[in-house]
């Protein structure tokens, strides 16, 4: 055998960046129809504003393991990449750079001008994004890459409106809206972040009409929304107000008579004071009762929050300055009962976070019982399955109360709505200077464009003629063409040989928190408009948190850059709070950790029905005050890299030079042993990445070629190795070496792309002057080994055990005697058994043995009495004795166990008369107790075994 040698240095930025070039320049991510069986996943398509963080890192990593996987196993795998023009969250970094940069408004430049700096935002850092996937080893085909507003889906989004309204599905409506101040526009229900706040919650003494003396009382932590109300409510069998109901009181403030109604959906006596404001035009239940009883509803705010000419001597104040003098101005009238302290959770915008207003406004609507029928029964019919199982549930849940949706908004970057006026037939239509809508009134109908043509825009009036026609002033809501991803990036509305071959999509790898937002408007929308799922399976991937369970995020303070893993180099952080004893502003520097690294030491986390990720990042302060980071996950995972690259260069290409495969099967147990090994190692990675419990795999790939190729079976066939006379003996080694390694670098290629092909290229020159012809040039294209081609064998895998079981009882009787040092030969260890063939099968195993226990030599001899002074173990049947006799200082030993002895029994007695008073167990906290009983337990059964010793 040629000695291990020192192997050039694994370089992993070096090896990633060559591979991914030459992956890219030889088209191996490209996909078109073929004659195979074709697997398709689409990207949830990251926002252009978007920088790459921990969660996008556990997503994509997730498609690319899968992608790789079935690209290997025969399927032709396409990976549909692109981005999101994310309407609200664009514009709004725009603006804001807009407003630094030139003091202006969009109302200032208009809609074409913001428009264009728009694209050129995107043009500029829109597409950073695809960069940072590609850092990752991501194999989309980008070739295939599309934006939400490519001309072709932005056909599809407007086929799909035209569509929907023609059925009477999308309709224009007076609605109360959920109304972001700070965007200007309207949400919908799944884009508010509720969030919990201190508040105050008021009474407030409204006179009944004509009775100066009597009052009702009513409480509200919104007093400023008074200026809107319309009604008191209370309920019919609250006797308190009974002889009240149908007359009127006055609004304080503005002394405008309202009615006292009977409503009992709304009023509850055992609640407040029992007597409800009703302000229909900023509250979702107020909205409900003015409906039921046939109310005013009375908007009092402008769009930027601040209070309307409705609101009277209040108008021009913001809200807060309103509810100031609102509150000082019933204070002087003695009409302020109460102030209660509560906390309540209150409605803030997703992307501003500005506090959401119940907003009274015309929008436009999506209709959604009938697609909610659709969405519910793909998933119940079992034509789509969630992993993990119970995500199903939130999906369900959604569907079960979600309202009509809300699609237009108030900005300008997004697909506008396809919808025009003529405005010599509605002369009420109000445009700016620039010749833009700002006002439609309700009455105006609207005017279409044909469904079928891909002109946007319909060229006159069908009544009058008219060719001064104008567009709808909104833009539809971003989730709007998200939803129709699967079909419009694979051609839609046309039927396209892309969307006959590659829909419906195999599976959807995307987070929780977009369940309702994006994964059941795709359902509704496939089965709507195609008849078939979008995808079949939908995998809710883990959210990454930090050791303490909250979200990983640059913004909190307690994230971390995966690209910087990668590369290395430094980061400043600007969170919102400390994290911990470690400072909000701060300076991070990171190793170098590389791309395979990042992605085993993920994956190897993501397994089963795990939705939390909790990755433990280590900060260690420099004398500059700036931070040295680790991650104890990723150092594994670079560990694991060393040691594929160490074992591969060092030992297995060294010794297989000039290596001629054995076609015959070997009679070596230790090779019959390792192939068993490749058999369950490729049925388990497969069925793991299957059912997609990924950390699995990467535990079983780690304990192969760890535990099993390197710790073991190397260990063993060095001494054939070493032969140099020509027996088969070392050709079947080499041969075994070969095919393990040949197996090993494809089912590792999906979570360790870069390396496994740099080894590969390294591994199929020796197969093939081996005589093992590999027609595969490149491991990314490889076929995926199949467990049936290596052989199982129970009885190789049960000697081998046993020899293992003999090996760790020996290495365990050296940690234990504190006497042997660490690296002494241990000169005889003897082994009896009743049965002697028990023996026999171990004797070839027994210089492998030696070899791994540093021990001189191994005698096998059925029913040999005890030697005086030994170390004694069972292994199954086999009696193992360790004589200690001159190997150790018996006298020595004997009373430093008997010092530990006294020593453990002392804690032994004080844990037992703590645990026996009452006043202890009966005080103390439950976790305190039971966490002393388990040191109890420790040491008694520490106490056992020094006596054994």
Not at 181 to 195: F, H, I, K
Not at 199 to 219: C, H, K, M
Not at 784 to 794: I, M, R
Not at 797 to 814: D, F, K, Q
């Amino acid at each position: 055998m040629t000695e291990p040698r020192k192997p050039q240095a694994f370089s992993a930025l070096e090896i990633e960046a060559k591979w991914y070039q030459y992956w890219e320049e030889h088209q191996c991510f490209h996909s078109e129809p073929d004659n195979r069986p074709s697997y398709t996943i689409v990207i949830p398509p990251p926002n252009v504003t978007g920088a790459l963080h921990m969660g996008h890192a556990v997503n994509n990593v997730i498609q690319d393991v899968l992608i790789r996987y079935h690209r290997m196993g025969g399927y032709n795998a396409c990976w549909v990449p692109g981005t999101d023009h994310a309407g609200i969250a664009t514009q709004s970094v725009v603006e804001k750079r807009l407003r630094q940069e030139e003091g202006k408004s969009r109302h200032d430049i208009g809609r074409e001008a913001l428009l264009a700096k728009i694209w050129q935002w995107k043009e500029l850092y829109g597409n950073r994004i695809i960069g940072q996937l590609k850092r990752l080893g991501c194999s989309c085909d980008w070739q295939r890459t599309r934006f939400t507003m490519d001309d072709w889906l932005s056909y599809a989004v407007r086929y799909v409106f035209l569509e929907l309204f023609a059925e009477k599905l999308v309709y224009r409506g007076k609605r109360l809206i959920n109304w972001c101040p700070g965007c200007r526009t309207a949400l919908s229900n799944d884009e508010l972040v509720y969030e919990t706040v201190d508040a105050n919650f008021w009474e407030i003494r409204y006179p009944l009409e004509g009775q100066s003396d009597e009052f009702i009382t009513v409480a509200t932590t919104r007093p400023e929304t008074m200026l809107g109300d319309t009604a008191v409510a209370v309920n019919s069998q609250d006797v308190r107000y009974q002889k009240w109901i149908g007359k009127r009181c006055l609004l304080p403030l503005l002394n405008r008579p309202i009615p006292i109604i009977a409503d009992d959906i709304l009023a509850d006596p055992k609640k407040g004071t029992g007597a409800v404001k009703v302000t229909p035009a900023h509250d979702p239940n107020d909205y409900a009762c003015g409906q039921r009883n046939h109310l005013p509803m009375i908007n009092i705010l402008n769009d930027d929050g601040s209070l309307n000419d409705n609101a009277g001597p209040y108008r021009g104040m913001s809200a807060a300055a309103a509810r100031a003098k609102v509150l000082a101005d019933l204070k002087a009238q003695n009409l302020l009962g109460k102030t209660h302290k509560l906390q309540h959770d209150v409605a803030h915008c997703y992307r501003s976070h500005d506090i959401v207003e119940p907003y009274l406004s015309n929008q436009w609507f999506v209709r959604m019982e009938p697609l909610v029928a659709l969405a519910r029964k793909a998933v119940l019919d079992g034509e789509v399955t969630f992993f993990p199982k119970k995500r199903a549930e939130d999906y369900l849940r959604w569907l079960d109360q979600t309202p009509d949706w809300c699609i237009s908004r108030q900005i300008w970057w997004g697909h506008r709505i396809p919808i025009w006026y003529c405005t010599k037939c509605y002369p009420g239509i109000v445009l700016d200077e620039r010749g833009e809508p700002n006002l439609v009134p309700e009455t105006a109908q609207p005017i279409l464009p044909q469904t079928s043509s891909r002109n946007a825009c319909p060229e006159a009036c069908p009544q009058c003629g008219n060719k001064k026609l104008v567009q709808d002033p909104d833009v539809l809501d971003t989730w709007f063409s998200s939803q129709l991803w699967p079909l419009s990036t694979l051609g839609w509305p046309e039927e396209t040989q892309d969307l006959k071959y590659y829909y419906p999509t195999q599976v959807l790898v995307t987070a929780r928190d977009i369940i309702a937002l994006w994964v059941a408007r795709m359902v509704m929308m496939g089965m709507k408009f195609r008849g078939l799922r979008p995808f079949a399976h939908v995998l809710i991937n883990p959210t990454v948190q930090d050791e303490r369970g909250d979200i990983m995020s640059k913004t909190r303070g307690n994230g971390v850059d995966p690209l910087k893993l990668i590369v290395g180099g430094s980061d400043h952080i600007q969170g919102k709070d400390a994290f911990g004893d470690i400072p909000a502003d701060r300076i991070e520097h990171y190793p170098s950790y590389g791309c395979d690294a990042l992605r085993y030491g993920l994956m190897t986390m993501a397994s089963g029905d795990v939705q939390d990720i909790r990755l433990i990042v280590q900060r260690s302060l420099r004398p500059d005050k700036e931070y040295d980071v680790s991650l104890p996950v990723l150092e594994e995972g670079r560990r694991f890299c060393n040691k594929i690259w160490q074992a591969c260069h060092g030992v297995i290409f060294a010794n297989c030079q000039e290596a001629k495969i054995v076609k015959k099967n070997s009679p070596h147990l230790e090779d019959i042993w390792l192939t068993d090994r490749l058999h369950h190692a490729v049925k388990g990675v497969s069925e793991m990445l299957d059912a997609y419990r990924l950390g699995e795999a990467c535990e079983i790939l780690y304990r192969f070629f760890w535990d099993d190729l390197c710790s073991w079976y190397l260990e063993i066939v060095k001494l054939r190795l070493w032969e140099n006379d020509g027996k088969k003996s070392k050709q079947y080694a080499q041969t075994t070496l070969l095919k393990a390694l040949h197996v090993f670098l494809r089912l590792l290629h999906p979570i360790m792309p870069h390396l496994s092909e740099e080894l590969w290229h390294t591994l199929l020159p020796l197969l093939n002057a081996a005589g093992l012809e590999e027609k595969s040039e490149n491991c990314i294209v490889a076929a995926w080994p199949e467990a049936k081609s290596y052989a199982c064998d129970a009885q190789a895998v049960s000697v081998m055990e046993l020899a293992r079981g003999v090996t760790s009882a020996i290495n365990n009787i050296r940690a234990e005697q504190k006497g042997i040092r660490e690296g002494q030969k241990i000169p005889k260890v003897i082994l009896t058994a009743a049965n002697a063939e028990q023996l026999d099968v171990l004797q070839p195993l027994f210089e492998g043995i030696k070899k791994l226990t540093k021990v001189e030599e191994i005698a096998a001899t059925p029913d040999v009495a005890k030697p005086p002074h030994s170390a004694v173990r069972m292994v199954q049947n086999i009696t193992l004795y360790l004589p200690l006799t001159g190997l150790i200082d018996l006298d020595a030993e004997k009373t430093r166990i008997a010092k530990d002895v006294a020593k453990i029994e002392e804690q032994i007695k004080q844990l037992e008369n703590k645990l026996a008073n009452p006043n202890y167990t009966g005080k103390a906290k439950a976790e305190v107790v039971e966490r002393d009983r388990a040191r109890l337990e420790e040491f008694k059964e520490r106490h056992k075994n020094l006596q054994k010793e």
